[in-house]
T-cell receptor, first 111, second 113 residues
Framework: DAGVIQSPRHEVTEMGQEVTLRCKPI?????LFWYRQTMMRGLELLIY????????DSGMPEDRFSAKMPNASFSTLKIQPSEPRDSAVYFC?????????FGPGTRLTVL | DQQVKQNSPSLSVQEGRISILNCDYT??????FLWYKKYPAEGPTFLIS?????DKNEDGRFTVFLNKSAKHLSLHIVPSQPGDSAVYFC????????????FGEGTQLTVNP
């Protein structure tokens, strides 16, 4: 298995632009998680899905953030409009049981 | 409310010696604990886990100890190797929360040759 796949690996955009991060979980995993890592807040959970259904989005910072999982093999995290404080590394992870498997992350820079 | 805490942001040890990373939790409902290792520019990778019905789990050079009464767990690495230099995160979950994990802040381990 190729593991969790995230794209793009790096994204540089200007404030106000829309940003879409993509994730392909490991086949057979029924949980999918979106995290954000910053120096100030560490690794924080934004939202997670079970069987493509959002279970808990309480970590999503603002209405500017939205996430979808249209099928078992694809999820997106969208930021619209983006702001400089959104600059961080965004990780996607998937799991079947307790162990989560993380993707390589997307480093987002908003200028 | 930080339910999982790693109070040491960094740890430095000599190659060949033991590394001990500590983690405390406050939520007594947590019943499964994990350690992850993270290298720069990579995602965290699962290292070792322990269920609350055990007090020790060993995998090669890595051993995790759980003290439920103290709500404390530790990761022992022996012998430490320079390639172990990374950020280590502890995480905890509740059976009733499915696969959701609560992470600590991480400890940067540096193993000096």
């Amino acid at each position: 298995d190729a593991g969790v796949i995230q794209s793009p690996r790096h994204e540089v955009t200007e404030m106000g632009q829309e940003v879409t991060l993509r994730c392909k979980p490991i086949s057979g995993h029924d949980y999918l998680f979106w995290y954000r890592q910053t120096m100030m807040r560490g690794l924080e959970l934004l939202i997670y899905f079970n069987n493509n259904v959002p279970i808990d989005d309480s970590g999503m910072p603002e209405d500017r953030f939205s996430a979808k999982m249209p099928n078992a093999s694809f999820s997106t995290l969208k930021i619209q409009p983006s702001e400089p404080r959104d600059s961080a590394v965004y990780f996607c992870a998937s799991s079947r049981y307790n162990e989560q498997f993380f993707g390589p992350g997307t480093r987002l820079t908003v200028l | 409310d930080q339910q999982v805490k790693q109070n040491s942001p960094s740890l430095s040890v000599q190659e060949g010696r033991i590394s001990i990373l500590n983690c405390d939790y406050t939520n007594s409902m947590f019943d499964y604990f994990l350690w992850y290792k993270k290298y720069p520019a990579e995602g965290p990778t699962f290292l070792i886990s322990i269920s609350s019905i055990k007090d020790k789990n060993e995998d090669g050079r890595f051993t995790v100890f759980l003290n439920k009464s103290a709500k404390h767990l530790s990761l022992h690495i022996v012998p430490s190797q320079p390639g172990d230099s990374a950020v280590y995160f502890c995480a905890a979950s509740k059976e009733t929360s499915g696969s959701r994990l609560t992470f600590g802040e991480g400890t940067q381990l540096t193993v000096n040759p």
